[in-house]
Structures are given as structure tokens and as C-alpha cells.
């Protein structure tokens, strides 16, 4: 059964942090690398970090020095956190492999969890 199950998202200030968490399947986390993807209203899903099951991280420009991925291999999560939010993060993050994870003939997506950087 696959499980990709995001949470943590909220609404924050301008400057503030917050840290995403994932749930994913064991079998899928264990031998893939994973990623982060946003989506803002009216755009397509963008992937905006990554690491590898090495721990080898990638960050797309706009985060990168304020986002930081890991993964917990216990607990078969990975992490995204946040710091200094910008209204520009504003979105809906989901979590998934690279690339995304394929169910029958689409690609299976988790429900993702909203951030909303606003005063």
C-alpha cells in the first residue's frame, strides 16, 4: 500500500519557520531518493528539494539557504524545514519520490499540507 502522508503546514508570518513532515511506505522510502514539491495556486508542482537515500541534498535557487531536507530512516519520514518564509512560499508542499511515484498509469500523489506566509 503506498503512503505519502504530509503534514505541518500553517499559517505563518513573513520571517518565520516551520518544519513539514511525511510519512511515506517503508518499501518506497528505503530505495528512493525523495523530494519535496510545491505547488502555488495556478502553477504547476514544482520539486524544490531533494535527498537521496546517501543523504546527498538538492535545493532549487529560491530555497536554498533557508530550506533544509532530511530523512529519518527510523521512522521512514523526510522533513522539510523552513526558515525565513517568504510570501513567495506560500503553497501547497507535497512529498513524494524523484520521480514521482507512478499507481497504474498516473502518478500518485498524497494530499499535501497548505503554508500560508502572511501577516
Known amino acids: 500500500q503506498v503512503q505519502l502522508v504530509e503534514s505541518g503546514g500553517q499559517l505563518v508570518q513573513p520571517g518565520g519557520s516551520l518544519r513539514l513532515s511525511c510519512v511515506v511506505s517503508?518499501?518506497?522510502?528505503?530505495?528512493?531518493?525523495m523530494a519535496w514539491y510545491r505547488q502555488i495556486p495556478g502553477k504547476a508542482r514544482d520539486r524544490i528539494a531533494q535527498?537521496?537515500?546517501?543523504?546527498?541534498?538538492r535545493y532549487v535557487d529560491s530555497v536554498a539557504g533557508r530550506f533544509t531536507i532530511s530523512r529519518d530512516d527510523a521512522r521512514n519520514s523526510v522533513h522539510l524545514q523552513m526558515n525565513n518564509l517568504k510570501r513567495e512560499d506560500t503553497g501547497v508542499y507535497f512529498c513524494?519520490?524523484?520521480?514521482?511515484?507512478?499507481?497504474?498509469?498516473?502518478?500518485?500523489w498524497g494530499h499535501g499540507t497548505a503554508v500560508t506566509v502572511s501577516w
Open positions: 535527498i537521496t537515500t546517501g543523504n546527498i541534498r
Open positions: 517503508e518499501n518506497i522510502f528505503r530505495s528512493n531518493t
Open positions: 513524494n519520490t524523484v520521480p514521482p511515484l507512478i499507481t497504474g498509469s498516473r502518478e500518485y
